[in-house]
């Protein structure tokens, strides 16, 4: 037989496996991570962190205020947002985040602020409050 009628010649495959699916010889092939958690470890090394912000004795001042004034308000459930710092859990440091919405309780004994939500909010990370409530108020 020549060479040209080897290319030719009509396979009857293998009679002892079943032919295997596309798909399975697909997967044979696909990539696969040689380096578990890589990834995850690039992205970790390349987040950053802030350190909590000293709060000035006026600052503090302002958001006993305005804690206040959200205390005497607290029958409307006013929309309030807080700037807050959150602790990170594997890196020194952290960041600030907005969290917002309808205040539903001032816990003074635990020192939370509670949304309609049931949200909290620890008093001791809070940088600044905000609310459409404070418009009429000089701080």
Do not use: W
Not at 95 to 116: A, I, P, Q, S, W
Not at 120 to 135: C, G, Q, T
């Amino acid at each position: 037989m020549k060479e040209e009628e080897l290319l030719y010649y009509p396979y009857a495959g293998v009679k002892r496996h079943p032919h295997m699916s596309n798909a399975k010889r697909a997967a044979q092939f696909a990539p696969f991570a040689a380096l578990t958690g890589y990834e995850e470890a690039i992205e970790e090394s390349g987040r950053i962190t802030e350190e909590r912000k000293e709060m000035h004795e006026d600052a503090l001042r302002i958001i006993q205020t305005k804690t206040a004034v959200l205390c005497e308000h607290i029958k409307e459930q006013p929309y309030v947002a807080f700037t807050v710092f959150k602790e990170d859990t594997s890196r020194h440091g952290g960041t600030y985040r907005t969290e917002e919405g309808n205040l539903k309780t001032v816990d003074e004994v635990n020192r939370l602020f509670v949304f309609k939500d049931r949200r909290k909010v620890n008093m001791d990370d809070v940088a600044s409050i905000d609310s459409p409530l404070f418009e009429g108020y000089d701080f």
